[in-house]
């Protein structure tokens, strides 16, 4: 005689682990993006200070200080300065040579910045 | 036209020049010096005459690996596109007809920036720099992108 077999999932635990760990990873790389703000801040001040490719560019030393990197929202960074001469200086007028401060320096970390999303990611999973 | 791989950064400036002089009208076609260019692939070193556009590489990054044991690279260059105006409405509008030439000249057949080898435009970013005075030089500066497979 044929007994019943059943087989009863519960995918319960594996939910909530699986929703613990998307929580974690999205925790990670939120504090990922503050690394990544305090990084370019200083890396876009090194530029400034001729430490980098760039030609130096301080005189009083007021746009290198006013660089500050942000994270306004979730998943993002903002490396801003908010003086009104930030923008010509990074990209030049009629008279002054363009500085390129800020743009080479997220060319040349593009990949330090995305190394920096990863390691949190692995942390995290 | 295809681009040339021994040469493609310029290759590619060269392009979008090529690209925005068949598709803009310069403002002052009937009274700019002979001497004188309305589109520059480098910021002038001269006295110019107003409005110009200037188009510069702006860098470029490894946009994805091709895997193990292959020399492919698919690269992400960026490119600056400045349109120099002497005023507020001079500017927009060649900012304008700077985008609107990129945006609407990727898929079209043999003369399209895809059929020519630059892949997925992206439009980064728009920034205003002026300068001071009324008389100052007011300027647009924009960033494009392409990807592009170098094999």
Excluded: C
């Excluded at chain 2, 309305?38 to 946009?63: C, H, K, M």
């Amino acid at each position: 005689m044929a007994k019943n077999l059943s087989i009863s999932v519960d995918v319960g635990l594996a939910l909530m682990f699986l929703k613990s760990t998307e929580k974690n990873v999205e925790i990670g790389v939120d504090k990922a993006f503050s690394e990544i703000a305090m990084f370019m801040e200083g890396e876009v001040k090194q530029s400034l200070s001729g430490n980098r490719a760039e030609p130096k560019r301080v005189d009083t030393g007021h746009l290198r200080q006013s660089v500050k990197g942000t994270t306004p929202k979730r998943f993002s960074a903002k490396i801003e300065s908010n003086l009104p001469y930030a923008a010509p200086i990074e990209y030049g007028t009629t008279k002054i040579k363009p500085g390129r401060h800020f743009r080479n320096t997220l060319t040349r970390n593009k990949s330090k910045v995305i190394s920096y999303i990863n390691d949190e990611i692995k942390k995290q999973t | 036209m295809v681009l040339d791989v021994d040469d493609y950064i310029s290759d590619s400036v060269l392009f979008v020049r090529s690209l925005l002089r068949t598709n803009i009208t310069d403002p002052l076609v009937l009274t700019r010096p002979s001497d004188e260019k309305f589109i520059l692939t480098a910021y002038p070193s001269r006295t110019v005459t107003y409005p110009i556009i200037t188009i510069l590489d702006s860098g470029e990054n490894q946009a994805e690996l091709s895997g193990q044991r292959s020399q492919t690279s698919f690269n992400n260059m960026q490119i600056e596109i400045r349109a120099w105006a002497r005023n507020e409405k001079e500017k927009a509008q060649l900012a304008t007809q700077i985008f609107n030439a990129l945006r609407t000249n990727q898929t079209t057949t043999t003369t399209g920036s895809i059929d020519f080898g630059l892949y997925d435009f992206t439009f980064m970013s728009r920034v205003p720099v002026d300068e001071a005075g009324s008389k100052g030089i007011k300027s647009n500066v924009l960033t494009f992108s392409y990807n592009m497979e170098l094999n």
